[in-house]
């Protein structure tokens, strides 16, 4: 996968990564150029090598008694934002 990620790069694809503990929100990225989503597993979420390799990393903020998403639900949120910022 990093491998695959530094091959996105070289042709300026933006590589962003969530992460629970990341310094911005999914809502304070640029998403409107070419950008390629990683989304680690449920639970153990992303190896220390993608990490290390993602351009930006960002949190979905969570809000009331809900303290993480399964990866499905945080992809549609993720491709949501992207699509509203494009619009």
Do not use: F
Request: charge should be neutral.
């Amino acid at each position: 996968l990093a491998r695959t990620l530094g091959e996105l790069k070289e042709r300026n694809i933006w590589i962003i990564g969530t992460s629970d503990d990341a310094p911005k929100t999914l809502y304070q990225v640029d998403l409107k150029g070419p950008v390629a989503l990683v989304l680690g597993a449920e639970g153990a979420g992303m190896r220390q090598l993608t990490r290390k390799t993602c351009d930006e990393l960002v949190s979905i903020p969570m809000h009331g008694a809900v303290e993480s998403l399964n990866v499905s639900v945080a992809s549609g949120v993720c491709l949501y934002e992207a699509l509203r910022q494009r619009v």
